[in-house]
Nanobody
Framework: QLVESGGGLVQPGGSLRLSCATS????????VGWFRQAPGKEREGVTC???RGANYVDSRLTIARDDAKNTVYLQMNSLKPEDTAVYYC???????????????????WGQGTQVTVSS
């Protein structure tokens, strides 16, 4: 039900904006999180947004809502090769009161989009 887009190949220091959209439910009433998984590594949380605002792990990676488009974005700046991963968005109604970055807390997931940072 969640669809990510915007991934691709970018050079170090570049920027990308990922999108997470759904037609199944109103994202502005859900917590939405972004996670990533690099080859051979566990899935890790990047950032999330709830009714209380956003939680960040890294200030280069920021989250924002567009309620009119029912879409949540992940803006990624100053990208590094170690940012290379498959990026997933997730949503959960119960976490709207306060989100966390534990993958097992989230109910709905997208299929992921590949981000590769390389020269």
């Amino acid at each position: 039900q969640l669809v990510e887009s915007g991934g691709g190949l970018v050079q170090p220091g570049g920027s990308l904006r990922l999108s997470c959209a759904t037609s199944g439910f109103p994202l502005n009433m859900y917590a939405v999180g972004w996670f990533r998984q690099a080859p051979g590594k566990e899935r890790e949380g990047v950032t999330c947004i709830s009714g209380r605002g956003a939680n960040y792990v890294d200030s280069r990676l920021t989250i924002a809502r567009d309620d009119a488009k029912n879409t949540v974005y992940l803006q990624m700046n100053s990208l590094k090769p170690e940012d290379t991963a498959v990026y997933y968005c997730a949503a959960d109604r119960n976490l709207f009161v306060g989100c966390n970055l534990r993958p097992d807390s989230w109910n709905y997931w997208g299929q992921g989009t590949q981000v590769t940072v390389s020269s």
